[in-house]
């Protein structure tokens, strides 16, 4: 069975470019999760969806980032522009409810140049 | 709010040592705990979980039990491989409220074993 996908595995930008990573979850599963995990600043939770809504986006660092969840099976983490300290790894994961367990997807690593 | 803290790291242990990871947390209600794994390069996987309090999770030969009074959910396993080389992170998730569906993660233990 596919796990959940993260394209692409490794993004290497300039500073000031737009940066798209993407993600789909598990199919069958309702809510989806976009994580953010630096050595500073560990595991943190940017924004999750449920039923393709945004639930809570407190997460999100500042209005540089968004996401959208246009279906079911599909999600976007947008960076634009993108800054150095955006550099780290991105992770979704995806839950069949908001209460069930989350598998997570191998990451994106993101070094902004 | 809530908060789960972990204990320090780098462990480094010879392989058959018996593994101990510290997690207390903090958080209104009861909340369901979690141990997640992070293998090199990987996502984080659900190692064991625990719903209620005196709950014993268990996988793979690790262990934890949820201690409602002294807020802990420690992680132990007997006898370490080289194999348990890894990321160990504590998690919990609310049982309700305006949180309810999010992991809030302790910072994470590096695991070393050595043959």
């Known amino acids: 069975d596919a796990g959940v996908i993260q394209s692409p595995r490794h993004e290497v930008t300039e500073m000031g470019q737009e940066v798209t990573l993407r993600c789909k979850p598990i199919?069958?599963?309702?809510?989806l999760f976009w994580y953010r995990q630096t050595m500073m600043r560990g595991l943190e939770l940017l924004i999750y969806?449920?039923?393709?809504?945004?639930?809570?986006d407190s997460g999100m660092p500042e209005d540089r980032f968004s996401a959208k969840m246009p279906n079911a099976s599909f999600s976007t983490l947008k960076i634009q522009p993108s800054e150095p300290r955006d550099s780290a790894v991105y992770f979704c994961?995806?839950?069949?409810?908001?209460?069930?367990?989350?598998?997570f997807g191998p990451g994106t690593r993101l070094t902004v140049l | 709010g809530n908060s789960v803290t972990q204990m320090e790291g780098p462990v480094t242990l010879s392989e058959e040592a018996f593994l101990t990871i510290n997690c207390t947390y903090t958080?209104?209600?009861?909340?369901?705990l979690f141990w997640y794994v992070q293998y090199p390069g990987e996502g984080l996987q659900l190692l064991l979980k625990?719903?209620?309090?005196?709950d014993k999770g268990s996988n793979k030969g690790f262990e934890a039990t949820y201690r409602k009074e002294t807020t802990s959910f420690h992680l132990e396993k007997g006898s370490v491989q080289v194999s348990d080389s890894a990321v160990y992170f504590c998690?919990?998730?609310?049982?309700?409220?305006?949180?309810?569906?999010?992991?809030?993660f302790g910072q994470g233990t590096i695991l070393t074993v050595h043959p």
């Open positions: 994961a995806s839950s069949f409810q908001l209460a069930t367990e989350q598998f």
């Open positions: 199919s069958g599963h309702n809510s």
């Open positions: 969806f449920n039923n393709n809504v945004p639930i809570d």
């Open positions: 958080a209104t209600g009861y909340p369901s």
């Open positions: 625990a719903t209620k309090a005196d």
């Open positions: 998690a919990l998730k609310p049982s309700g409220g305006t949180s309810y569906g999010k992991l809030t």
